[in-house]
């Protein structure tokens, strides 16, 4: 019975419409989960794995015999030899009882057990237990100090929040500007795809600003003017800035003057200022040099240093040390008010804590050993030795691409990467076209069919429309190198040969 005065009808009318179920597919899921894309880890580097187990199945019918992985920034994976005196300390956190072992003195410096057991005192239950959900205060403290030492300026450990990896940082704040779609975020193209795939997933729009290849890479604030006044004349809201430097893939260094426009321009809009700094030990040009926003920022004055909100990210991956799978990074909030802060404290919550190793490699990373220490010369010669074979490499590869006929390539300044712009014979653009593809894309998954090598095609990081790049790591051993840019050049030369052909010759 009926215990109102409504009628039945009337209820019906007010109900809402009885939704039948949907089983689980790529059509009900998250639409923007869907749209995401990562082509660093796309259908050219799903297919090398594909290669990889063939080859490790000792199939024949492949015209190579080795797959080198340089479609993505994981050194060890192709040989890169990890810092010792990190891997000691890790050792002996993950195990302490070998710090009690009679050869404990033999195998390990004085400065690695006296590390080990500082870190051990002061976290309780060791690397086992959850940690504070913004990371171990001691291990905040000490990258806290290396932040301050680089800088030149105070680092207060409460603004830190140590994370798994750099990516994590970039998802928090993504989850917490963006509310909607009509809120933006200024990313660099080419830019590393986290970005556009995180904006994506959590429903904001990306704002691009095309950085100057002409003019190694660098951004201009005319550019950034017109697309911000142009996303506000349509009604949407401008949140954040976004900049990788030393680049990904672009591998450009920004000087001074550019980085202190850049924060004014955020002052001016109002703006965050996300700062992907994870590249800042990978600088090779002659006359660059890695200079944080952060110190820029605190140098400027306090006209700027007390008000642009700042995001600086770093991350255990990357530079001389390359520890991708130990999963460590940090992110420093500088200009954020306390409430805010406070719901990014919240959000880090909700993954309880980063991996406790990772946090401890990234407090290795940021206070390694010091001169005087017993094991500085062994670190320092490790360090120095990577750096410059990185050196080399970068060279090396940038002479083999501007050797190939319709190829440029600026200098690698810093990272790891190298992003040659190609001329690509019609002939080719139309038959990737037939594919629904860039000829980028077809070029690389060409190249990987008939060279094992990996890469990725210059649309997957965005660039101007008209032009097309292949982005490469520098990070094949020496040992191997000289065959990667032999193979590369012999391929391009037979490519081109090939669709110029098929075209007439032109």
Same mark, same amino acid.
């Given at each position: 019975m009926l215990h109102s005065s409504a009628s039945a009808e009337q209820l019906c009318l007010a109900s809402p419409v009885r939704r039948e179920p949907e089983p689980v597919s790529v059509k009900t899921i998250n639409h923007d989960v869907v749209a995401a894309e990562y082509a660093v880890r796309g259908a050219i580097a799903i297919k090398s794995t594909a290669y990889q187990e063939q080859l490790k199945e000792g199939k024949d019918g492949l015209p190579f015999d080795k797959v080198y992985q340089c479609n993505i920034g994981n050194p060890q994976i192709l040989g890169q030899k990890p810092i010792s005196f990190f891997r000691q300390v890790l050792s002996l956190c993950e195990y302490p009882e070998l710090m009690e072992h009679p050869a404990a003195a033999d195998i390990y410096p004085?400065?690695?057990?006296?590390?080990?057991?500082?870190?051990?005192? +002061?976290?309780?239950?060791?690397?086992?237990?959850?940690?504070?959900?913004?990371?171990?205060?001691?291990?905040?403290?000490?990258?806290?100090?290396?932040?301050? @030492?680089? &800088?030149?300026?105070?680092?207060?450990?409460? &603004?830190?929040?140590?994370?798994?990896?750099?990516?994590?940082? $970039?998802?928090?704040?993504?989850?917490?500007?963006?509310? +909607?779609?009509?809120?933006?975020?200024?990313?660099?193209?080419?830019?590393?795809?986290?970005?556009?795939?995180?904006?994506?997933?959590?429903?904001?729009?990306?704002?691009?600003?095309?950085?100057?290849?002409?003019?190694?890479?660098?951004?201009?604030?005319?550019?950034?003017?017109?697309? $911000?006044?142009?996303?506000?004349?349509?009604?949407?809201?401008?949140?954040?800035?976004? $900049?990788? +430097?030393?680049?990904?893939?672009?591998?450009?260094?920004?000087?001074? @003057?550019?980085? @202190?426009?850049?924060?004014?321009?955020?002052?001016?809009?109002?703006?965050?200022?996300?700062?992907?700094? $994870?590249?800042?030990? +990978?600088?090779?040009?002659?006359?660059?040099?890695?200079?944080?926003?952060?110190?820029?920022?605190?140098?400027?004055?306090? @006209?700027?240093?007390?008000?642009?909100?700042?995001?600086?990210?770093?991350?255990?991956?990357?530079?001389?040390?390359?520890?991708?799978?130990?999963?460590?990074?940090?992110?420093?909030?500088?200009?954020?008010?306390?409430?805010?802060?406070?719901?990014?404290?919240?959000?880090?919550?909700?993954?309880?804590?980063?991996?406790v190793s990772g946090q401890i490699c990234m407090a290795l990373i940021m206070n390694p050993p010091q001169p005087g220490d017993p094991s500085h010369e062994l670190f320092a010669k490790e360090r120095d030795g990577i750096l410059e074979s990185l050196k080399r490499r970068a060279e090396l590869v940038v002479d083999t691409f501007r050797s190939m006929e319709g190829v440029s390539c600026n200098e690698v300044e810093g990272s790891m990467y190298a992003f040659p712009r190609l001329t690509v014979p019609p002939a080719a653009v139309k038959a990737a076209a037939n594919q629904g593809k860039p000829a980028d894309f077809l070029y690389c998954m060409e190249l990987l069919d008939q060279t094992g090598i990996v890469t990725v095609p210059g649309s997957g990081f965005g660039q101007e429309p008209g032009t097309f790049h292949v982005r490469t790591t520098i990070l094949p051993p020496e040992a191997d190198m000289a065959q990667v840019v032999q193979k590369f050049s012999e391929f391009h030369e037979s490519f081109m040969r090939r669709y110029k052909g098929e075209n007439g010759g032109s």
């Open positions: 004085p400065d690695a057990i006296a590390r080990a057991k500082e870190y051990l005192d +002061n976290i309780p239950g060791g690397v086992g237990a959850y940690s504070e959900s913004k990371g171990a205060v001691i291990l905040r403290q000490h990258v806290a100090k290396g932040i301050a @030492e680089r &800088d030149g300026h105070p680092c207060n450990f409460e &603004d830190l929040w140590l994370t798994d990896g750099a990516s994590p940082g $970039v998802h928090y704040m993504m989850k917490t500007l963006l509310r +909607n779609e009509q809120d933006c975020i200024l990313c660099p193209i080419p830019q590393y795809p986290l970005y556009s795939a995180t904006i994506k997933l959590y429903g904001g729009t990306l704002l691009p600003y095309f950085l100057e290849e002409g003019r190694d890479w660098q951004a201009t604030v005319a550019h950034l003017q017109e697309q $911000v006044d142009t996303a506000r004349s349509q009604g949407k809201q401008v949140r954040a800035l976004v $900049v990788i +430097n030393p680049g990904n893939p672009t591998g450009q260094v920004l000087d001074w @003057e550019n980085q @202190e426009l850049l924060i004014k321009f955020c002052k001016q809009e109002q703006l965050v200022l996300l700062a992907d700094e $994870v590249y800042q030990t +990978n600088i090779y040009a002659a006359g660059r040099e890695f200079l944080s926003f952060k110190k820029v920022l605190m140098e400027m004055g306090p @006209e700027y240093s007390g008000h642009v909100p700042l995001v600086s990210m770093n991350s255990i991956s990357k530079g001389y040390f390359g520890e991708c799978g130990r999963r460590g990074g940090y992110f420093e909030l500088v200009n954020f008010p306390q409430d805010v802060k406070d719901q990014l404290y919240k959000v880090a919550s909700i993954s309880l804590c980063p991996n």
